[in-house]
């Protein structure tokens, strides 16, 4: 489960030797929570907006519904995993909005991708760390606000050049920019973006494609819910969320020794973050001064003028 695109610009090397390129994370699941997985891809296979169509089924068997599972799997792992997801209310067979009862109806929807993102962050004492293609709701960034106020470290990595947020949040809606750049007032607030080294030496931005947050060095959820509100209350989306320490410790220390080049296991999570932001401003005065050789890959932005 994650965001990867199957295309030249996400299947890239660690590191982003060569420059450019997305910046994506998947995770592989075993054991009990990929029943729900299962389920889900049943339950959307079944209820497909065009399944109903002339054209919009084939073979001997397409009338059939894929079964539904039977069984939960074996455990495997110690970690605990919860699957949570985006499921637009009222979606029927022919692709409509429409009120009423249907076979195809996916119930009245389900937005347990923003509720555990929300959740997560309101439940933050020490480390939030956050990697997605955009933050574009109100409620996302008021709690990471609150956050802030209670004393956690946060860093957020977003597109190093981001696409115009106008078609996500209209520009009338000038209290939500305000807020999101007030979050930089913060001592304990980092917002970066990663550039790889070109072959030419030169800096070229990377894309974050990725899905992910960590909170408090033990729990982590990655998987394809974007902060906006296309994939929290509309698109289908999913995400996997975990809870262990030394899986999350591990997977924070691997993320960070591609964007630091730093090993950073002997951290805890708000060293760790304490570090990247260190990082991240050293190499923003060298980006700044025209010099390319950083370390690593993140530098920070300006959340005041971001998007």
């Known amino acids: 489960m994650g965001g990867i695109n199957l295309n030249p610009n996400s299947m890239v090397s ?3 030797h060569g420059g450019g390129g997305n ?3 998947y995770v592989e699941l075993a054991g009990p929570s990929t ?7 049943a339950q959307r296979w079944n209820e497909a907006s065009e399944r109903l169509a002339a054209d919009g089924r084939w073979g001997s068997e397409c009338t059939i519904d894929l079964p539904f ?3 939960v799997p074996i455990q495997q792992g110690n970690a605990l995993v919860q699957i949570q997801r985006t499921i637009h209310r009222g979606r029927y067979a022919n692709g409509d909005a429409t009120p009423g009862g249907s076979a195809f109806d996916i119930a009245s929807g389900e937005q347990s991708i923003f509720d555990q993102y929300c959740a997560a962050i309101h439940a933050a004492r020490r480390s939030i760390y956050v990697e997605n293609q955009y933050i574009t709701v109100g409620e996302i960034v008021s709690a990471l606000d609150h956050a802030l106020r209670r004393g956690v470290e946060v860093v957020i990595v977003l597109p190093a050049e ?3 947020v106008a078609e996500y949040v209209p520009r009338e809606q000038q209290a939500f920019f305000d807020a999101w750049a007030a979050l930089g007032a913060y001592e304990n607030f980092t917002l970066a973006g990663l550039a790889g080294l070109g072959a030419d030496g030169q800096r070229k931005p990377v894309y974050i494609h990725a899905k992910l947050m ?5 729990w982590a959820t990655i998987g394809s819910g974007n902060m906006h509100r296309f994939s929290l209350f509309g698109n289908a989306e999913m995400n996997a969320a975990f809870w262990s320490p030394t899986t999350v410790h591990t997977f924070r220390c691997e993320l960070f020794q591609e964007h630091l080049d730093h090993d950073t ?3 805890d999570d708000r060293s760790a973050l304490r570090y990247f932001r260190e990082v991240a401003l050293g190499n923003r005065k060298r980006y700044n001064a025209g010099n390319h050789a950083w370390q690593g890959l993140a530098f920070t932005l300006d959340p005041a003028r971001y998007g």
């Open 14 to 16: 660690p590191g982003h």
């Open 23 to 25: 910046h994506d994370v």
């Open 35 to 41: 029943v729900d997985v299962h389920h889900n891809f």
């Open 69 to 71: 599972p039977t069984h």
């Open 162 to 164: 981001p696409q115009s």
């Open 214 to 218: 960590l909170v408090d060095g033990i």
């Open 265 to 267: 296991s002997h951290m």
